[in-house]
């Protein structure tokens, strides 16, 4: 997956700047990939799939790295930025069945279907709407989870992000999409991220042309309100944004390991901004590690404010206490 979401930006360069030599120089296992039987939310999460890629990044020995934005840490290193956010593929979470239940939904399986999943935010949110499910970690890339799904008869299903599927070319095997009624999708999901240095100029403004502006907003806000959390993969925090008529609409939740106590409110904020010339010291703002010089600043400034001030809301009603619990929860099993 990771492979094909490079590609895919190089692909879209290469359109952009036909005289430029792209070359896909370095393949690299990170830590994430490395340790495959401790869920994530236990390995500690910092950079979790990002450090290896920054120390190349650093050396320069590549020039630009592509991610899943929802991987990307919402403080980034000094001296890197978030150059690109390329146009986001659909944000939700699918279910794959295994093939016995083809044609189910997750309220059809029978009492005590074992569901794999690696995602505190999704379990968490799972089991308070399906009380008869039970779920269970399970690691490993995509290619590894549907053959430990379908090979063995431990999981009845598995819960993905549909955009990595979709990338795949195995949108067939979605067998149900969970809207924002089922389950609130992770900060940053669908979106693909270029990180660069941040002081190489003519890395960033060759990127930046890969940004889309509608992409860019939402996933500032979803990033700013994680950031304000002090959430991360081992606590569930879930959002959902909506960008419609020059206003953008966050809705943000945390919720208990068990999905039995929660938080969840939406609030909206004007986005409609001209785009000004701000060139000059302002030049390369970064917003949550995100330089976006050609969407409209004060537009990134509204998104930025919006995820700290749906943030501070849930703070103020106790969120701080759900997640710290999970937290403890999360490190004592």
């Known amino acids: 997956l990771a492979r094909i979401q490079t590609d895919s930006v190089v692909v879209m360069l290469r359109e952009l700047y036909p005289d430029l030599c792209f070359e896909i120089a370095v393949a690299m296992s990170t830590t994430g990939d490395k340790i495959l039987d401790t869920a994530l939310s236990k390995i500690g999460e910092k950079s979790l799939f990002t450090k290896e890629l920054e120390n190349a990044l650093e050396r320069n020995e590549v020039d630009l790295v592509v991610h899943s934005l929802k991987d990307l840490p919402t403080c980034l290193p000094p001296g890197f930025t978030i150059g690109a956010v390329c146009k986001r593929e659909n944000p939700l979470d699918a279910v794959v069945f295994h093939p016995k239940n083809c044609g189910k939904t997750l309220s059809l399986l029978p009492e005590k279907s074992v569901i794999g999943t690696s995602s505190l935010r999704r379990a968490a949110q799972l089991k308070k709407k399906f009380p008869h499910l039970e779920f269970r970690d399970i ?176 703070l103020s009603k106790g969120a701080k206490h759900i997640l710290s619990v999970a937290r403890q929860l999360n490190d004592a099993r």
Not at 204 to 228: G, P, Q, Y
Request: with cysteine.
């Open 139 to 314: 690691r490993g890339n995509l290619n590894t989870r549907l053959k430990k799904l379908d090979e063995k008869e431990d999981f009845s299903a598995i819960i993905l992000a549909a955009a990595g599927l979709k990338r795949m070319g195995w949108e067939n095997r979605i067998g149900q999409l969970l809207g924002p009624e089922d389950c609130l999708h992770a900060v940053g999901q669908g979106a693909l991220a270029v990180e660069v240095r941040a002081k190489d100029q003519e890395i960033l403004n060759m990127v930046s042309a890969l940004h889309d502006a509608d992409t860019v907003l939402c996933c500032i806000a979803e990033r700013a309100f994680m950031k304000r959390l002090e959430g991360g993969c081992s606590v569930p925090v879930a959002v959902n944004t909506l960008l419609k008529d020059g206003q953008l609409y966050l809705t943000g939740a945390v919720y208990s390991l068990d999905g039995s106590d929660s938080l969840k409110e939406t609030m909206q904020t004007s986005v409609n901004y001209p785009h000004l010339n701000e060139d000059g010291p302002n030049d390369d703002v970064q917003h949550v590690g995100i330089t976006a010089k050609n969407v409209p600043g004060q537009a990134q400034e509204a998104a930025e404010n919006l995820g700290v001030e749906l943030a501070s809301l849930l």
